[in-house]
């Protein structure tokens, strides 16, 4: 192995390249404040910069760390080590990469993948020749494009280029806040979950709110997931968990209520309160007929009189979408201990009528629901919240 090591982190973004100018700053100074925030979670210290459409974190103080803090980020496309060299013409560059990429090669199938930002004399392809051939007489096997076991990467920029052959995924999108204030009613389940890590992964910040049905099991996974949530995928934002006592509520619902009835009035009774705790939008984790309670039919009477958006970052996934991406987020450990539970003695009507409905929902429309208690998911360890609720 070649005594020369990644010495930086290249940090490549997506939708963010295609914005206005003016944007495209903003969302730049979002993606690195979060970083920044990322990399202090992990222990991590280095020098950040945003250079043509790049992001760098220079000389880490573990390339590991710094690789595993950006893939948490949203907005970041894809992470590489790399090592970083400054060159004065096409042969110092291929010398240099030569050192770089000589024992790594050697013995093995591979390809040379080159690419440019500025001007030079000289073009990729005459990049990727050149290299290959000198790594042919240094010991590699042969070259083949299409199915080569090692891709020796140069990225040439100005008059520094960046040496790698590691590509790693990070989650997309556009950085935490560059989008609006999302309330999402939250479970701790599976579906919850997955369309909270959605609605951040397009800039929003999230905020979250579960209704206790007096199961405390049910709590306590709902609150290990939130500070998940918050210790891994929520840098940039200072996420919140509303816990709200519903219990009161399930036994009048259960008392008062037409069987039918009674989990699509819950769930109406849950989004008007949510409503009044602050955000620009609501949000779920419903998916279009999982079940009966989420017919389009009863979507449309749940979400008629509120006043904000509603919305379903799930509606046209099936569960075992929802769980494989919950595997990507880090969460179905967790995720698949919770119960979930309605607090109601009733099936749903899959296809209620509008007027039974307001009917129904008018009988507890004046329910009184208590204050909820506010967690700051990122000031306490979880023992300390746990402890904090009973739990």
């Known amino acids: 192995m070649s005594g020369l090591n990644p010495n930086t982190v290249l940090v490549r973004y997506g939708e963010i390249g295609v914005k206005g100018l003016r944007t495209r700053r903003r969302m730049e100074g979002l993606l690195v404040r979060a970083l920044r925030e990322a990399m202090d979670h992990f222990g991590v210290k280095g020098d950040i910069e945003v250079s043509d459409g790049r992001v760098f974190i220079w000389d880490p103080s573990s390339i590991e760390g710094a690789v595993r803090a950006s893939t948490r980020v949203f907005g970041v496309k894809s992470v590489s080590p790399a090592y970083a060299i400054d060159f004065s013409d096409l042969e110092d560059l291929v010398r240099k990469a030569e050192e770089f990429f000589a024992d790594r090669v050697k013995g093995r199938v591979f390809r040379v993948r080159a690419r440019r930002a500025g001007v030079h004399s000289f073009t990729s392809k005459d990049v990727e020749r ?42 997309g999108g556009l950085p935490l806040g560059s989008e609006g204030l999302v309330l999402v009613l939250f479970s701790g389940g599976f579906d919850s979950t997955v369309a909270s890590w959605r609605l951040m992964r397009r800039g929003c910040t999230v905020n979250l709110v579960h209704y206790d049905l007096g199961f405390p099991e049910t709590v306590r996974v709902a609150v290990e997931v939130a500070k998940y949530i918050a210790d891994n995928w929520s840098f940039g934002h200072n996420i919140k968990l509303y816990i709200v006592n519903f219990k009161g509520v399930a036994r009048i619902v259960n008392g008062l209520v037409s069987p039918p009835y009674r989990t699509l009035v ?74 979930e539970v309605c607090g109601l003695a009733a099936t749903p009507t899959p296809r209620g009528s509008p007027d039974a409905f307001e009917r129904e929902y008018d009988k507890v429309a004046d329910v009184v629901v208590p204050d909820p208690v506010e967690v700051d998911l990122k000031s306490k360890s979880l023992d300390e919240i746990l402890r904090s609720l009973g739990l």
């Open 266 to 339: 819950m769930r109406r009774l849950m989004l008007e309160h949510a409503e009044n705790i602050g955000a620009e939008a609501l949000a779920t984790g419903e998916s279009i007929g999982q079940v009966a309670s989420q017919t389009i039919r009863s979507l449309y009477l749940i979400s008629r009189g509120i006043r904000i958006p509603v919305l379903r970052p799930l509606s046209g996934s099936d569960k075992d979408e929802i769980v494989k991406e919950s595997m990507r987020i880090g969460t179905y450990e967790l995720n698949k201990k919770q119960v």
């Open 130 to 171: 050149l290299l290959g051939s000198k790594l042919l007489e240094a010991g590699a096997l042969k070259v083949d494009l299409e199915n080569a076991e090692y891709t020796a990467y140069v990225e040439v920029r100005g008059s520094r280029a960046y040496l790698f052959d590691t590509i790693i995924e990070g989650p």
